[in-house]
């Protein structure tokens, strides 16, 4: 996957700036889809960025952009408002069109979600939106700064601190989301919807997904974002919404299938013993596959991944873990022992070879630690143990295989 800089006009002629986030080159012809931040935030905020490369690891590539006055881009907060945020989404929307192809999925987080509902319907190009924890009107910002209210009336504007950060609020901001507080747009939304909220959103009350739901016609779906914050400043919380979306969206996009259809999760045709793994990125997501399974392998973002799998290592453990416990299930049910749970822990390690006299360097170590539920005697338990050395994958670790490597 590449990022691209992008830069655009907005229509008072401000340079907004972009990056454009895109799909593997072998993915094939790419749908293009636009993020729109929250209401303060910017481009880069972490959710953003884990949520486009999850899409764009699966054929959707992503402009996410900072909004008039924030982040890289030109213009004065002060002077921007909702309306002016519809306006950039169009303008980014332009771009895209000018450039590489019209965008198809619209993708809002916080208010963006109630921006991008508004401009889904001037850019004929649409066919899919999806809210993030966003409000079903624009006047719901309006909680942010209630107790300034009367001193921006009065004064005109007033110095508001907003997430730790002091923004500079107009009245012009006032009395344009005033003009935004009806859900026309929703109802009238010529696109398939998804909506996704946490019911624990202390920033904008889930009652808001609810409102947004029943506003909108077919087709539409709900996804509850279970214990994630406003935010969705946790990995997993992010990832999951990219992976949920990008499949959900892949029905209405039209995405096309690669030449090589390992890439879009499709299952290849493989022998009964035989696995597969390809590249879906040019850093460290793959895609794995047997003859009737897939899953994915990923290092975490601190290594450069993008931690949408297991490592090679945590892979190896679990198969390990895995074999250990069907083979102790396996002796257990034969010997009509009482085993109510079976748990294996795993922990990889290099160690220094203390107990070899001649060794000066460090030897790789698994630590194996099983526990039990059930009324079982000592002598079982050890019985237990005996067995967990024989299951199959130990005894091909212990055996030093011979791994053959051959050009095809």
């Known amino acids: 996957m590449a990022k691209i800089k992008l830069e655009f006009e907005n229509d008072a002629g401000e340079i907004l700036a972009g990056l454009l986030e895109t799909p593997p080159e072998n993915i094939g012809a790419a749908r293009y889809a636009i993020f729109a931040h929250c209401f303060t935030c910017g481009k880069d905020i972490a959710a953003a960025s884990r949520i486009s490369r999850a899409l764009a690891a699966r054929g959707i590539a992503v402009l996410r952009f900072d909004f008039t006055g924030l982040g890289s881009s030109d213009g004065d907060f002060a002077n921007s408002n909702f309306s002016s945020n519809v306006q950039d989404l169009i303008a980014a929307a332009a771009k895209l069109k000018a450039d590489?192809?019209?965008?198809?999925?619209?993708?809002?987080?916080?208010?963006?979600?109630?921006?991008?509902?508004?401009?889904?319907?001037?850019?004929?190009?649409?066919?899919?939106?999806?809210?993030?924890?966003?409000?079903?009107?624009?006047?719901?910002?309006?909680?942010?700064?209630?107790?300034?209210?009367?001193?921006?009336?009065?004064?005109?504007?007033?110095?508001?601190?907003?997430?730790?950060?002091?923004?500079?609020?107009?009245?012009?901001?006032?009395?344009?989301?005033?003009?935004?507080?009806?859900?026309?747009?929703?109802?009238?939304?010529?696109?398939?919807?998804?909506?996704?909220?946490?019911?624990?959103?202390?920033?904008?009350?889930?009652?808001?997904?609810?409102?947004?739901?029943?506003?909108?016609?077919?087709?539409?779906?709900?996804?509850?974002?279970?214990?994630?914050?406003?935010?969705?400043?946790?990995?997993?919380?992010?990832?999951?919404?990219?992976i949920t979306l990008a499949a959900w969206a892949g029905r209405y996009l039209e995405i096309d299938e690669p030449d090589d259809a390992t890439r879009t999760g499709e299952q290849p045709a493989l022998a009964a013993g035989e696995v597969l793994v390809t590249e879906l990125d040019k850093k460290f997501l793959r895609g794995m596959f047997s003859d009737s399974h897939q899953l994915l392998a990923d290092e975490p973002e601190k290594y450069g991944g993008t931690n949408l799998g297991p490592t090679p290592y945590d892979l190896l453990l679990m198969s390990l873990g895995a074999c250990t416990s069907m083979t102790l299930r396996m002796y257990a049910n034969r010997k009509k022992m009482a085993v109510e749970d079976i748990e294996v822990k795993l922990v990889h390690e290099r160690v220094h070879a203390e107990d070899c006299v001649e060794c000066n360097d460090n030897i790789e170590r698994i630590t194996r630690s099983i526990s039990f539920k059930g009324d079982l005697s000592d002598e079982q338990k050890a019985s237990l143990m005996a067995i967990a050395d024989k299951c199959p994958v130990h005894r091909t670790l212990e055996n030093n295989p011979q791994i053959v490597s051959e050009l095809v």
């Open 100 to 242: 590489y192809a019209a965008p198809q999925l619209l993708i809002g987080h916080s208010l963006g979600g109630a921006a991008v509902l508004a401009a889904a319907q001037q850019i004929e190009s649409i066919r899919a939106v999806a809210t993030i924890g966003s409000p079903a009107t624009a006047k719901h910002v309006e909680h942010l700064f209630e107790d300034d209210v009367n001193l921006i009336e009065e004064q005109g504007e007033a110095s508001i601190n907003i997430g730790g950060r002091q923004f500079l609020i107009k009245k012009q901001m006032l009395d344009d989301i005033n003009h935004y507080n009806s859900t026309a747009a929703i109802k009238n939304l010529n696109a398939a919807l998804i909506v996704f909220h946490s019911p624990i959103d202390n920033i904008v009350s889930i009652d808001q997904a609810a409102e947004i739901y029943q506003a909108a016609r077919h087709p539409k779906s709900f996804i509850s974002l279970d214990d994630a914050d406003h935010l969705l400043s946790k990995a997993k919380d992010a990832n999951y919404v990219g």
